[in-house]
C-alpha cells in the first residue's frame, strides 16, 4: 500500500540496545518514532498483540537465477519467497547466463531488476581469470562484492590461479567473497569415485567434496588475507577444521555459514540425497556442532542462505549429472527460530548473524536496526504461531521450483507482515501492493 502510514501498537520490539514493550511509527517509508509515538501521529494501526517486530534479515548469499537461468526462478518469484521468510534485502550472485562478469552486465541485469523485486537487493560481480581491470572500476557504494570461485560448482566462474587471486587481493576496492575450496583436492577425489551413484556409496558427495578441500583453501586465503588490505568474506564454511584456523583470522576476514549446514549434516544423505547435493558437501556431525559453537563464539559473524533452486526434474538425475544447490526460501524465519530453539538461542540471536552483522561489515546506509531514520524493513512474527511446509510440486510453495528440503515440517512460528521500505508487503501469506525493493546503498 504506497505511501501509507503505520502505527503498530503493543509489539515486542526487537532493537540494538534490546528487547522492549511498545510502539512503533512508521512514516514516508522510515521509521518516525520508536517505543513511543506522539500524539500528532497519524496512520493505520495495527494492534500487535505481543508479537516480535524484528528488523527485517538481509540475506548477503542468494542466487536468483536471472538472466538465463529463469526456469529455476527469477527475481520475482524467489524475492517473493525470500520475503515470506522475513527477508527485506538480498544480495544476489553473479553465476547466471551469461555470468555479471562485465560492468555493462552488472548495470543491464540490475535495471532488469528493478522494479520486479519484493525485497531490497544488491549485486555481486563475478572474477574471472581476465577481468580485474573491470574489477578495479567497479562503484564500492554500489556493489557488495566480487565473487571468487575458487573451486568449479555452478555455472563456470572458476579462478583456479593463485595469481589472480593475490592480483586482485591488492586492486579490488570492493570486498572479496569466496568459494573456498580446493579444486585440485576436489579433482583427485572426482578421479577416485567417478561413476558411483548413491546406491553403492551412501554420502558419495561428502567423498567427492571431502573436508581437506575446504581446509586447504580456507588455510591458504587467511594466509593471504594477512598481506591485503582488501577485506575477504569467506562464504558457507562447513567444516569444523575452518572454525578452528578462523579463530585466528585477521581483522579482514569475516566468515559465513548457511542454515543448510547448521540443519543436516552426511547422515541424512541416504535420505535426501541429490535433493541435499550442495557445494560446499555436507559435512559431519561433529563438523555441525563444530559450526553452531563458532557461530555462538562470534567466529562466524553472518547466516546467509545460499538459496539455490533448481527444479524438482534436475535434482532427479543421477548423482553425476544433478545440480549442486538447495533452495533455502520460503521459510527462513520460523526455520532458524525452529533449529535454534534445540540449541537455546532466540530471534535477537539471528537479528545479530542476519541483520546487525552484515549492516555493520558492509556499512548499509540507513539500513539495519530499527531505528528512527533508517528505512522501515521489518517482520512481525507470532513466535506460538506454526508455519506448515507444503510436499513438493504444491502451489503453496513460493519459489519457483516448488520444493523445499524442510517439506512436510512443522515449523515453529508465524511471519505475519514484512515491511519494505514502510510498504506494507506481505500479510498472513499474501503478498499485497508492488514489488517495493529498492537497490541498497553501502556508506
Ligand atoms: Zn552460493
Same mark, same amino acid.
Not at 570486498?175 to 579444486?183: A, K
Given at each position: ?13 526487537l ?9 512503533a ?34 540475506? @548477503? ?7 538465463? $537461468?529463469?526456469?529455476?526462478? =527469477? ?12 527477508? @527485506? ?5 553473479? #553465476? ?28 555481486y560481480?563475478?572474477?574471472t581469470?581476465? #577481468? ?31 595469481a ?11 570486498r ?9 583436492i ?19 558427495? $561428502? ?24 577485506p ?5 564454511i ?14 579482514n ?21 541429490n535433493?541435499?547435493k550442495?557445494n ?24 546467509g @542462505? ?5 527444479t ?9 549429472a ?17 533449529? *535454534? ?13 542476519m ?17 528512527e ?8 512474527? =507470532?513466535?506460538? *504461531?506454526q ?8 502451489p ?24 519494505? #521500505? ?22
Amino acid at each position: 500500500m504506497a505511501g501509507v502510514s503505520w502505527i503498530l501498537r503493543n509489539v515486542r520490539l526487537l532493537l540494538a540496545e534490546g528487547e522492549q514493550e511498545g510502539d512503533a511509527w512508521i512514516d514516508k517509508g522510515r521509521w518516525a518514532a520508536i517505543g513511543r509515538v506522539p500524539d500528532r501521529a497519524r496512520g493505520l494501526n495495527l494492534e500487535g498483540k505481543g508479537a516480535y517486530l524484528l528488523p527485517g534479515l538481509i540475506d @548477503t548469499h542468494v542466487h536468483f537465477r536471472e538472466p538465463g $537461468l529463469t526456469h529455476k526462478g =527469477n527475481f520475482y518469484t524467489e524475492s517473493r519467497a525470500a520475503l515470506a521468510g522475513g527477508v @527485506t534485502t538480498v544480495f544476489d550472485m553473479p #553465476n547466471t547466463l551469461p555470468p555479471t562478469t562485465t560492468l555493462a552486465r552488472w548495470e543491464a541485469k540490475k535495471q532488469q531488476i528493478l522494479g520486479r523485486s519484493w525485497v531490497n537487493f544488491a549485486l555481486y560481480f563475478g572474477a574471472t581469470l581476465d #577481468n580485474a581491470a573491470e574489477i578495479a572500476r567497479l562503484d564500492p557504494k554500489q556493489v557488495p562484492g566480487v565473487k571468487v570461485f575458487l573451486a568449479s560448482s555452478t555455472g563456470d566462474l572458476l579462478v583456479d590461479s593463485e595469481a589472480v587471486i593475490e592480483h586482485l587481493a591488492r586492486v579490488s576496492p570492493v570486498r572479496l567473497v569466496f568459494h573456498s575450496e580446493r579444486q585440485a583436492i576436489i579433482e583427485a577425489a572426482a578421479a577416485q569415485w567417478r561413476g558411483k551413484d548413491w546406491e553403492e556409496v551412501p554420502d558419495l558427495h $561428502l567423498r567427492r567434496r571431502p573436508p581437506e578441500a575446504c581446509i586447504a583453501s580456507t588455510r591458504w586465503l587467511l594466509g593471504l588475507a594477512t598481506q591485503s588490505a582488501v577485506p575477504f568474506h569467506l562464504l558457507h564454511i562447513t567444516t569444523a577444521g575452518e572454525v578452528e584456523l578462523l579463530r585466528q583470522r585477521p581483522p579482514n576476514v569475516s566468515a559465513e555459514t548457511c542454515p543448510v549446514y547448521l540443519t543436516w549434516s552426511a547422515g541424512d544423505f541416504p535420505h535426501y540425497r541429490n535433493l541435499l547435493k550442495c557445494n560446499p558437501a555436507l559435512k559431519s556431525e561433529g563438523d555441525r556442532r563444530a559450526l553452531w559453537e563458532g557461530l555462538r563464539e562470534g567466529v562466524l559473524e553472518v547466516v546467509g @542462505t545460499d538459496h539455490a533452486p533448481h527444479t524438482w526434474a534436475e535434482k532427479h538425475q543421477p548423482y553425476e549429472a544433478a545440480p549442486a544447490g538447495v533452495p533455502a526460501h520460503g521459510y527462513l524465519l520460523p526455520w532458524l527460530w525452529t533449529i *535454534g530453539g534445540a540449541w537455546g538461542v532466540g530471534l535477537n540471536f539471528w537479528v545479530e548473524k542476519m541483520v546487525y552483522a552484515p549492516a555493520r561489515l558492509w556499512r548499509l546506509q540507513a539500513r539495519g536496526p530499527i531505528q528512527e531514520g533508517y528505512w522501515a524493513d521489518a517482520v512481525l512474527f =507470532n513466535p506460538m *504461531g506454526q508455519t506448515q511446509v507444503p510436499p513438493a510440486g504444491s502451489p503453496y510453495h513460493y519459489t519457483r521450483c516448488a520444493w523445499s528440503p524442510l517439506e512436510g515440517r512443522t515449523l515453529a512460528g508465524e511471519v505475519q507482515a514484512v515491511w519494505v #521500505n514502510g510498504e506494507l508487503s506481505f500479510w498472513r501469506g499474501y503478498f499485497c501492493g508492488s514489488p517495493a525493493g529498492q537497490p541498497v546503498v553501502f556508506a
